[in-house]
């Protein structure tokens, strides 16, 4: 299993993909529970992400996946280890683009505003020239299939179509990294693996450099350059795998290969032994109260 290097000493080893975005160096996060005891969320997590990557976080529940999440958006700052953002800003101005914008799994859209006026407030904090906010609305609202919707609310929308709205108001600000906490997990199988091929044509389009958080291993393999395999809390990374698929994949197509079998049944070996630990820690737990 060449294509997957476990233990937490390979995260050096970089994707040619480009110059790097974000450098996570000996991050470690806890926090104290309601009844005082503490809990560490994070250990020891380093890892390069590379500019116009596409990174999948992959672990068992309470490893800490959203937790890094938060922390790469500056939602908490409450860690210690070392953040070193590297961007490559160019002759482009910075203040025009958000440095991370985030799609969550639950429905963001603001019921009472259209889907023009859903992009427009996201762009609101930044400074554009006169005439820039409607042109990125028109542009990233055809890029996800919605420009025939732009006045429509979401309850007149599909649960996939909300997701869309949320995903072009994200992709609107031009952020230099995309943050994904489970976007798809609402939705129904058949959408979600729509969503799918969408969200690799968008990736394709916008060259986003995106950290892509799951339960899903098909759905890690399906959209990911390399998926970062976590253990159970406190959450280390205890596997890398490089994966092997061109970013012109078809999901339906790619789901037939024998590598993509080889590499799911791969990963879940690894992820079964951290999600057995998470199920032996909740029993211990539930015997002790």
Same mark, same amino acid.
């Given at each position: 299993?060449?294509?997957?290097?476990?233990?937490?000493?390979?995260?050096? $080893?970089?994707?040619?993909?480009?110059? @790097?975005?974000? &450098?996570?160096?000996?991050?470690?996060?806890?926090?104290?529970?309601?009844?005082?005891?503490?809990? &560490?969320? #994070? $250990?020891?997590?380093?890892?390069?992400?590379?500019?116009?990557?596409?990174?999948?976080?992959?672990?068992?529940?309470?490893?800490?996946?959203?937790?890094?999440?938060?922390?790469?958006?500056?939602?908490?700052?409450?860690? @210690?280890?070392?953040?070193?953002?590297?961007?490559?800003?160019?002759?482009?101005?910075?203040? $025009?683009?958000?440095?991370?914008? @985030?799609?969550?799994?639950?429905?963001?859209?603001?019921?009472?505003?259209?889907?023009?006026?859903?992009?427009?407030?996201?762009?609101?904090?930044?400074?554009?020239?006169?005439?820039?906010?409607?042109?990125?609305?028109?542009?990233? #609202?055809?890029?996800?299939? #919605?420009?025939?919707?732009?006045?429509?609310?979401?309850?007149?929308?599909?649960?996939?179509?909300?997701?869309?709205?949320?995903?072009?108001?994200?992709?609107?600000?031009?952020?230099?990294?995309?943050?994904?906490?489970?976007?798809?997990? /609402?939705?129904?199988?058949?959408?979600?693996?729509?969503?799918? &091929?969408?969200?690799?044509?968008?990736?394709?389009?916008?060259? $986003?450099?995106?950290?892509?958080? @799951?339960?899903?291993?098909?759905? /890690?393999?399906?959209?990911?350059?390399?998926?970062?395999?976590?253990?159970?809390?406190?959450?280390?990374?205890? /596997?890398?795998?490089?994966?092997?698929?061109?970013?012109?994949?078809?999901?339906?197509?790619?789901?037939?290969?024998?590598?993509?079998?080889?590499?799911?049944?791969?990963?879940?070996?690894?992820?079964?032994?951290?999600?057995?630990?998470?199920?032996?820690?909740?029993?211990?737990?539930?015997?002790?109260?």
């Amino acid at each position: 299993m060449s294509s997957i290097a476990v233990d937490n000493r390979t995260v050096a $080893s970089l994707s040619p993909v480009g110059a @790097t975005a974000v &450098q996570i160096g000996d991050l470690n996060r806890s926090f104290v529970t309601r009844e005082g005891s503490v809990v &560490q969320a #994070l $250990s020891r997590v380093s890892l390069n992400i590379q500019r116009h990557e596409i990174v999948a976080v992959l672990g068992p529940s309470g490893c800490g996946k959203s937790s890094l999440l938060r922390i790469l958006a500056g939602l908490d700052c409450d860690y @210690t280890g070392k953040i070193d953002w590297t961007l490559q800003h160019g002759d482009v101005d910075a203040k $025009s683009r958000l440095h991370s914008a @985030t799609v969550f799994q639950s429905d963001s859209t603001f019921p009472w505003m259209n889907v023009e006026k859903n992009l427009l407030i996201g762009l609101s904090g930044l400074k554009l020239a006169p005439g820039e906010a409607l042109k990125r609305v028109d542009r990233y #609202l055809s890029l996800v299939g #919605l420009s025939n919707f732009r006045t429509a609310f979401p309850h007149e929308l599909s649960g996939g179509m909300r997701q869309r709205v949320a995903i072009a108001r994200a992709l609107a600000t031009e952020p230099f990294l995309l943050l994904m906490d489970e976007p798809l997990a /609402a939705l129904d199988a058949q959408t979600r693996l729509v969503m799918q &091929q969408e969200l690799l044509h968008i990736w394709q389009e916008t060259r $986003s450099t995106v950290v892509y958080i @799951t339960h899903d291993i098909g759905e /890690a393999l399906t959209l990911a350059d390399r998926i970062v395999l976590m253990t159970a809390r406190p959450g280390r990374i205890k /596997a890398i795998v490089d994966v092997p698929f061109g970013r012109d994949r078809d999901v339906s197509e790619l789901r037939r290969e024998p590598r993509f079998g080889g590499l799911e049944a791969d990963l879940w070996q690894l992820l079964a032994d951290e999600v057995g630990q998470t199920l032996e820690t909740t029993r211990t737990k539930g015997a002790s109260a």
